[in-house]
């Protein structure tokens, strides 16, 4: 019996139907093109940062419409914008701070641009909002934050007071989720509780500032974001492990687990956030690019594991996306054309069946369908284990042509004579599919099995 899922108290329907969507990170950091860290990494003080970037973000080539039509081209069904990262600068017309977009050269609300761009597209609005705020005077400094070494650290935190903070957190994001619409899931980052145990890098002595959920009076948090709007999802960063419907869904970051993720007994809905390249911000050194094989692999992996991928765009400081994302979107779209029906709508195989080598599984409920994800591709002859019996009828998914097989139903099966020595190994209840000798000119094929009702 497959384990049963975790109940949300958001709407998690179409989250675990549609399976890929588009995270964006853009921030004032696109135009250092260092990491969206830059500020924290090089000890970067709030006002210079803001004078030396904030006047420059004028982003001639930001267009909406053409980051969600690359979205939806590439098969992504929902997007998860950054309204604010770490750095603290504000990409919607927020009437909290003057430190937000439309101040900038730019000029626009971007949020709300995004927005209805992704949402014609018919694609699912996602909003990530930082916890961490490196600029907001309010902000208590701690071991993490960008003024952490400043020789004068104790006086720039004099009279700061994390729960005025609080209050500014709590009142833009009641402004993000009035004022757009419907608003379909919320990713927050971060929070750092005590028993992550963490050192301060410098003197390898304790961390200073651990932020936990009450640094955001997280509980009030969450329960406004249900009031305002009552069916959206919330991710699993503040710190409420343990609060009833404190969080939906939770967050691997740049790795898909081993086995999925299960709690107290129960499948969890999770998502794993990836990067084409190291960095979720525009890092135009960076040289990690994802091969396509790598890209749609991690797209298998997450779904046949039951979960999501939620994979990043980072756009650059002109506004659109660097070419080297444009072709990785592109791979995407190539594959997710003809092969999205083994990816919206599945999960993992049903249990008792074995993944070969080389291969992943997912499989579709309501078609009673299973695919198998041929990531190596073998010479003429793939074998799944116990199948015999269960199989109606087998094709490749990307051009629906037939895959035929047989069936190992005793231990000498029909291929004995005079192979009958290499064939005694080959097991009862096999099925044997042969697939042509070279491989398909797809990154991944994927043959389509219709199983048996049964
Ligand atoms: C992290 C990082 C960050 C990134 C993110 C994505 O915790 O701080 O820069 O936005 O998570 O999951």
């Known amino acids: 019996m497959p384990l049963s899922l975790h109940p949300t108290t958001g709407d998690s329907a179409w989250f675990t139907h549609d399976r890929f969507g588009l995270f964006i990170h853009w921030g004032l950091y696109a135009l250092a093109a260092r990491h969206e860290w830059v500020m924290q990494k090089e000890e970067i003080a709030p006002e210079k940062y803001r004078s030396r970037y904030f006047a420059r973000f004028e982003a001639d080539l930001f267009d909406a419409n053409d980051w969600a039509q690359r979205a939806a081209n590439a098969g992504m069904k929902y997007v998860v914008f950054t309204t604010k990262h770490h750095e603290g600068f504000c990409l919607w017309d927020t009437e909290l701070t003057d430190y937000k977009v439309t101040n900038a ?32 005077p309010d902000f208590e400094i701690d071991d993490q934050h960008a003024l952490r070494f400043h020789p004068d650290r104790e006086n720039l935190d004099e009279g700061r007071d994390q729960s005025r903070y609080a209050e500014y957190l709590h009142g833009q ?44 009076d997280a509980e009030n948090l969450v329960k406004m974001c249900r009031e305002l709007q009552p069916q959206i999802l919330i991710n699993d960063r503040l710190d409420l492990e343990d609060v009833e419907a404190g969080w939906d869904y939770t967050t691997p970051e740049q790795f898909v687990p081993r086995e999925g993720v299960v709690k107290e007994g129960k499948r969890v809905v999770w998502e794993s956030c990836q990067t084409f390249s190291g ?12 091969s396509p094989q790598q890209l749609i692999g991690i797209l298998i992996e ?8 939620l994979m990043n765009v980072g756009p650059t400081g002109r506004g659109d996306f660097d070419e080297r994302a444009n072709e990785a979107l592109q791979v995407y779209a190539r594959w997710m054309k003809r092969h999205q029906k083994a990816i919206y709508g599945c999960g993992p195989a049903p249990d008792g069946f074995v993944t070969p080598g080389g291969c992943a599984l997912t499989s579709n409920e309501k078609t009673n369908r ?16 116990n199948m015999a019996g269960h199989i109606e009828y087998a094709q490749l ?45 797809v990154v991944v094929p994927v043959i389509e099995l219709w199983l048996k009702n049964e």
């Open 173 to 216: 994001v009641r402004e993000l989720l009035t004022n757009y619409g419907k608003i379909d899931l919320l990713f927050y980052d971060f929070s750092y509780p005590e028993r992550f145990g963490w050192t301060n890098t410098k003197t390898g002595g304790p961390f200073r500032g651990y932020k936990d959920r009450t640094a955001w």
């Open 105 to 136: 050269p730019l000029g626009r609300d971007v949020t709300r641009e995004v927005v209805d761009a992704f949402r014609a597209r018919g694609l699912k609005i996602g909003l990530y909002h930082s916890l961490i705020d490196w600029s907001h």
């Open 370 to 385: 299973l695919y198998l994800h041929v990531l190596l591709w073998p010479f003429e002859q793939l074998h799944l284990e």
């Open 302 to 309: 997450s779904v046949s594991k039951g979960g999501n991928l």
């Open 279 to 290: 960095s979720w911000g525009y890092f135009r050194d960076e040289e990690s690019w994802k």
């Open 397 to 441: 998914l990307h051009d629906a042509s037939e895959v035929r097989f047989s069936e190992t139903t005793a231990l000498a099966n029909a291929d004995a004579g005079e192979h009958a020595a290499l064939t005694e190994t080959q097991k009862r209840g096999t099925v044997t599919l042969r697939l042509p000798v070279k491989m398909p000119d």
